[in-house]
């Protein structure tokens, strides 16, 4: 199993949700859900993992929590 980090571009409260691939370590996702009460953050971890094909708890959100940039960990098999 192999550490690996993924830079997130957050776009919350966007009318088109979606995942946009801007490198294999970098993407920018857009998810319905306000930047409010953690709403958005958990939208992007289940996009994340939903992408990833992994559980949404397979992922950590490392830095960026109130920040549009966010740093995710994860393991891949």
């Given at each position: 199993m192999t550490l690996e980090r993924l830079t997130v571009h957050a776009k919350?409260?966007?009318?088109?949700p979606g995942v946009e691939k801007l490198s294999e370590r970098e993407w920018t996702v857009r998810v319905r859900e306000p930047a409010t009460e953690g709403k958005a953050n958990a939208a992007i971890l289940r996009a994340v993992a939903?992408?990833?094909?992994?559980?949404?708890?397979?992922?950590?959100?490392?830095?960026?929590?109130?920040?549009?940039?966010?740093?995710?960990?994860?393991?891949?098999?």
């Open positions: 919350p409260g966007s009318r088109k939903r992408e990833l094909g992994l559980p949404p708890s397979a992922l950590r959100l490392v830095r960026g929590e109130g920040a549009r940039t966010k740093l995710l960990e994860f393991e891949r098999t």
